[in-house]
């Protein structure tokens, strides 16, 4: 597993998250669940807002090196 860092901004909120996760879709899923709870959403509504072809949300790994960026 490897340690991601995700920062979201939704409506203008910027929410910084961290999971541990096999791949970057899995870590997505993950920040997907924790946003909606956090703000009393759907998780659908959630992963539509950040499926939408806006550039608002980056996905980082955290490496013992260093970082390595995936951007959306």
């Known amino acids: 597993m490897k ?3 995700g920062s979201f901004n939704y ?3 910027t929410i910084n998250l961290w999971t541990h996760a ?11 669940k924790e946003i909606a709870f ?3 959403r759907t998780r ?3 992963s539509n807002y ?4 806006k550039d ?5 790994v955290k490496t013992k090196t260093g970082e390595e960026n995936e951007s959306n």
């Open 38 to 40: 956090q703000l009393d």
């Open 50 to 53: 950040f499926h939408s072809g």
């Open 22 to 32: 096999h791949s970057r879709e899995q870590a997505f899923t993950y920040f997907i």
């Open 3 to 5: 340690l991601y860092k």
């Open 44 to 46: 659908i509504s959630v």
């Open 56 to 60: 608002n949300f980056l996905i980082e």
């Open 11 to 13: 409506y203008g909120e």
